[in-house]
């Protein structure tokens, strides 16, 4: 079955930097496209970036550009997302998920940001 394990969150002041990762299972890694999505308290789940199966093709939401960069490494199976100049707008549960923008089909449980001082 498709599997996602996030790591890497935690606590840190704004301005400070984390990076998620995602070990992904269960299905061919390098042929879709993939997402992360952040989840606040009390709100729905925001698409955050997205990248393609060869890692060239990147999006982002227009809060993360500029601030946050996606990445895949295909030989291991794991997607990335660098945060830079965190903000506490950026307190959330992070997802990886397979799918893009719009279609999001499996999602891991997901790792802890919050963002405060």
């Known amino acids: 079955e498709v599997q996602f394990v996030e790591a890497g969150g935690g606590m840190v002041q704004p301005g400070g930097s984390l990076r998620l990762s995602c070990a992904a299972s269960?299905?061919?890694?390098?042929?879709?496209?993939l997402s992360w999505v952040r989840q606040a308290p009390g709100k729905g789940p925001e698409w955050v970036s997205a990248?393609?199966?060869?890692?060239?093709?990147?999006s982002y939401a227009d809060a993360m550009k500029g601030r946050f960069t996606i990445s895949r490494d295909n030989a291991e199976n794991t997607l990335y997302l660098q945060m830079d100049n965190l903000k506490p707008e950026d307190t959330a549960l992070y997802y990886c998920?397979?799918?893009?923008?719009?279609?999001?089909?499996?999602w891991g449980l997901g790792t802890q940001v919050t963002v405060s001082s």
């Open positions: 998920v397979l799918g893009s923008k719009a279609t999001r089909n499996y």
């Open positions: 269960g299905f061919t890694f390098s042929r879709y496209e």
């Open positions: 990248i393609g199966p060869g890692g060239g093709s990147t």
